[in-house]
């Protein structure tokens, strides 16, 4: 079992900075790829980025490579996503996933991760 708590979620203007952080409980931390999604209202969850279970490798969504970052610290049991140049269109609840069913999964694939934080409110205003 592992829980998830996000962090770091506000309001920026467009062209700011938001750093959000997931906290992972238990000693597995390290067994599970990271993922972190997106809902904006009257939308489906999307896919934003993800990274493998040692950091050596990341995905991200078009819509924000060259802005976002994700990455982890295995020895905390954290992962971050630091978010730049950030537009009105990234307004939504950033969540946090912890998965392991991906042999026959992208990373970008909800039905890969088993576990959900409850969210973080991102809003960026023009």
């Keep these: 079992q592992v ?10 203007q467009a062209g700011g900075s938001l750093r959000l952080s997931c906290a992972a409980s238990g ?17 489906e969850r999307e896919f934003v980025a993800a990274i493998n279970r040692n950091g050596g490798s990341t995905n991200y969504v078009d819509s924000v490579k060259g802005r976002f970052t994700i990455s982890r610290d295995n020895a905390k049991n954290t992962v971050d996503l630091q978010m730049n140049s950030l537009k009105p269109e990234d307004t939504a609840v950033y969540y946090c996933a912890a998965g392991s069913n991906f042999v026959l999964r992208s990373r970008s694939d909800r039905r890969g991760y088993d576990y959900w934080g409850q969210g973080t409110q991102v809003t960026v205003s023009s």
């Design 3 to 12: 829980q998830l708590v996000e962090s770091g979620g506000g309001l920026v």
């Design 27 to 43: 000693r597995t931390f390290s067994s599970y790829t990271m993922g972190w999604f997106r809902q904006a209202p009257g939308k």
